[in-house]
């Protein structure tokens, strides 16, 4: 527990005008603008959305510049915005079959309606380091191929009318959607408040609990049955209209992740699914995401909890790395008076330890002679 | 009956016309604006006014809904000088363009002026996006890829 303290204002001042200083680095440079840090550094725009849990990629730019590049603290100044403003309300369900799509790629189907679109992808880079990057060298514009105008349909979709794949969990719509910004967090908790949990989750922590399932820490033999990435229309339904319209698009990144067969007595074998849904170009994110979903489903289909990505209330408290950093930073705070009260404890412990020790030795010593 | 239906295509041309007009960029929105020279007088009902809305996704792409997120969006009400009312809601923060587009849905409201608007903003705009879209798609056609299995050597 830390106490208020007072005093230190001045110190405070210049501590952070000085790191308003170090922030702009050195002046001779000409410093970033929001559109070079939106549009060269997006994907950390992208993280930094999809963690801070708001699409706006000019507040994602401006965080990051803030934070001097520390995407965390990039993230609580975009989740500290948001506490700010109202919530009109909420969209549509979006519909990521309707994506324009600029990635799409199966690792279970060759050849499947719409084709593997490898879009602006890392994959089967060499991970060379490039020099000619020092520079600002001009670019070959990007190749265009022909639009066959064919539908880009969802792997789930394909795999689901063979009935060989869990369907979509049914709708319920008289079931309020969770919120876990509304709700505090109860366990056990539903698939959708996990899911909000999740999509808001750090990179590297699920990024770490996936990595566990995979080697043997509640094993699901995960195929990456479609990665998606591209745009969806947001539809909003507006009240003095009486009619939804499109108020934007987003960017998202969703994979479905596909796991071992799972039979009971009431259902034959069937794959089931792990699914992940993240703003921006978040492959990585979303990968990790579908896992740990799936992961978590252990209860709901009748797997042994064994490993901590299946232990929901360990994964979903410590995902959220504005919570971890809050509570891991507080230890800078002052705990003057707290620490004073453990070293007088700690000083009277030690008192006591050395009496009763210094007693067993006059005991022994009486006993020595006793003897002799 | 013919009330009702053509209350119905109203509310579908109003729906895509907001639509269109959301999705626009800013700055080509307010240029074909300023090419109408259209300038009725504007008096603000509400707003504008920044907020969010959650964003809903479904569990495995069509099942139960969950939030995903919160997108910024700005939103705004206007009356103009004929009496017309237009309601705009955009995503993200720019306050002029929204109430640009609940001044052009509240023109729009006024028989005499609906197709000038479609021909002169709404329809350039949706071709803009159009192009843009059909950029991006050949853009990504040129990175689909055919995998071929290679035979195993142990057969």
């Not at chain 2, 109203?10 to 016309?17: D, F, K, L, T």
Request: glycine letters at 8%.
């Amino acid at each position: 527990m830390y106490v208020a303290v007072k005093g230190g204002e001045a110190a405070i001042a210049n501590a952070h005008r000085l790191l308003a200083a170090r922030r702009r680095g050195d002046a001779q440079v000409p410093g970033l603008t929001l559109e070079q840090i939106a549009g060269q550094l997006s994907l950390a725009v992208d993280r930094v959305m999809g963690e801070g849990s708001l699409y706006d990629p000019e507040l994602a730019a401006l965080a990051i510049k803030q934070a001097r590049g520390d995407l965390i603290e990039a993230v609580f100044l975009l989740r500290a915005y948001r506490t700010t403003l109202p919530r009109f309300g909420h969209s549509e369900p979006i519909d990521t079959g309707e994506m324009i799509v600029e990635r799409r790629i199966s690792a279970i189907y060759k050849d499947l309606p719409g084709g593997q679109l490898l879009g602006p992808t890392f994959d089967y880079t060499h991970r060379l380091l490039d020099p000619a990057l020092a520079g600002d060298a001009p670019l070959e514009a990007p190749e265009t191929g022909v639009d066959t105008g064919e539908k880009v349909t969802r792997v789930s979709d394909i795999l689901g009318d063979e009935g060989l794949i869990e369907d979509d969990p049914v709708t319920d719509s008289k079931r309020p959607v969770a919120d876990i910004t509304r709700t505090p967090m109860e366990f056990p908790m539903q698939r959708d408040a996990r899911l909000q949990t999740l999509a808001r989750g750090d990179e590297g922590f699920l990024l770490a609990l996936a990595y566990s399932t995979q080697r043997g820490y509640a094993r699901s033999h995960p195929f990456a049955g479609e990665i998606r990435i591209g745009e969806v229309d947001v539809e909003v339904m507006i009240p003095e209209l009486g009619f939804a319209v499109v108020i934007g698009r987003v960017k998202l990144t969703e994979c479905q992740m596909v796991n071992q067969f799972q039979g009971s007595a009431k259902t034959p074998p069937q794959f089931t699914r792990g699914y992940g849904l993240v703003f921006g170009q978040a492959e990585r994110k979303a990968m990790a995401m579908s896992l740990c979903d799936r992961a978590l489903r252990a209860a709901e289909l009748g797997e042994d909890i064994t490993a901590p990505a299946q232990d929901e209330e360990f994964v979903l408290s410590h995902c959220d790395n504005v919570q971890s950093t809050g509570f891991v930073e507080h230890l800078k705070l002052p705990h003057y008076v707290d620490f004073q009260a453990e070293l007088d404890l700690v000083r009277r412990m030690r008192a006591e330890h050395f009496a009763s020790a210094a007693k067993a030795d006059d005991e022994t010593d009486v006993a020595k002679e006793a003897a002799e | 009956m013919a009330l009702a239906e053509q209350d119905e295509s109203g509310v579908a041309a109003r729906q895509r016309r907001l639509s269109v007009l959301a999705k626009a960029e800013g700055k080509d929105l307010l240029a074909l604006w300023k090419q109408t020279g259209l300038d009725p007088a504007v008096e603000l009902l509400r707003g504008p006014e920044s907020g969010l809305v959650a964003l809903r996704g479904r569990i495995g792409g069509g099942g139960q809904p969950f939030h995903v997120g919160e997108v910024s969006a700005t939103r705004v009400t206007v009356r103009i000088e004929s009496g017309q009312v237009g309601h705009a809601m955009i995503s993200g923060r720019d306050a002029r363009k929204a109430q640009l587009v609940a001044v052009i849905d509240a023109l729009a409201q006024d028989p005499a002026q609906v197709e000038r608007i479609e021909r002169d903003i709404v329809a350039p705009l949706e071709q803009l996006a159009g192009e843009a879209d059909a950029k991006l798609r050949e853009e990504t056609a040129a990175t689909r890829v055919n995998f071929f299995t290679m035979v195993r050597g142990e057969d």
